[in-house]
């Protein structure tokens, strides 16, 4: 079954750069949608970036991007999130999913499209 690890969270100060991994087993890795969303304390989850994995194609929320790279390796099955010049907004619970579907630039910031999630990883910026 599909599983996704995520790893790289930790404290940074502001104007640091973190990079984040998810690790990927269970199908191919090829050909697959793949997200980095994250959640601050009491607040809704929300998409930061997306990847197709069959192609390249990324998408990025409006206040991460050119601050924020999405990436693959496809000889570790890994999907990054370079996160640099951080702010205490960034500060969340971050998670790497997986779609069953292609995502469009309209939905893929949604979190029902979304079928496997990992476990998150604590990013805390101050």
């Known amino acids: 079954h599909v599983q996704l690890v995520e790893s790289g969270g930790e404290s940074v100060q502001a104007g640091g750069s973190l990079r984040l991994s998810c690790s990927y087993s269970?199908?191919?890795?090829?050909?697959?949608?793949m997200a980095w969303f994250r959640q601050p304390v009491g607040k809704e989850r929300e998409g930061v970036a997306a990847i197709y994995t069959g192609g390249g194609s990324t998408y990025y929320r409006s206040s991460v991007k050119g601050r924020f790279t999405i990436s693959q390796d496809n000889a570790k099955n890994t999907v990054y999130l370079q996160m640099n010049s951080l702010k205490p907004e960034d500060t969340a619970m971050y998670y790497c999913?997986?779609?069953?579907?292609?995502?469009?630039?309209?939905?893929?910031?949604?979190?029902?499209?979304?079928?496997?999630w990992g476990q998150g990883t604590q990013v805390t910026v101050s």
């Open positions: 999913a997986r779609s069953n579907r292609y995502c469009s630039g309209s939905n893929w910031y949604t979190w029902a499209q979304y079928n496997y």
């Open positions: 269970g199908s191919t890795f090829n050909n697959q949608f």
